[in-house]
């Protein structure tokens, strides 16, 4: 694309840093062959296949729902204790109207 591939790209670096290294050669590593091959292949452990069959996993942690779920207990905490704050302030208005109304000489005259 700019005129210059990777190694001429490695060529003039190494000039402009004043190294004459050698470049070393890729070879690819080969693999040893077994002298005989095995008659059965080997088994898979139990707890691979176990994991493999697994389904329904959602992909949430569980660090992430106990998060949520916390939190929403304390959503739900948080408007009970404001319900029962309201519940106790009806009741209070309500008993200081029920006082005023029973005792007639603490009113003003008519």
Do not use: C, W
Request: glycine residues 6%; hydrophobic residues 40%.
């Amino acid at each position: 694309v700019y005129g210059f591939d990777m190694a001429g790209f490695e060529t003039e670096f190494l000039a402009a840093q004043g190294s004459s290294a050698p470049r070393a050669t890729v070879a690819p590593t080969t693999r040893p062959q077994q002298a005989q091959p095995t008659s059965a292949p080997t088994k898979a452990p139990a707890a691979a296949q176990a994991q493999s069959t697994k389904t329904g996993d959602s992909g949430i942690s569980t660090a992430s729902k106990v998060i949520v779920g916390t939190a929403i207990l304390f959503a739900l905490l948080a408007v009970l204790s404001f319900l029962m704050l309201q519940m106790m302030a009806n009741n209070r208005k309500s008993a200081s109207a029920n006082a005023a109304s029973h005792h007639p000489e603490e009113r003003g005259p008519d």
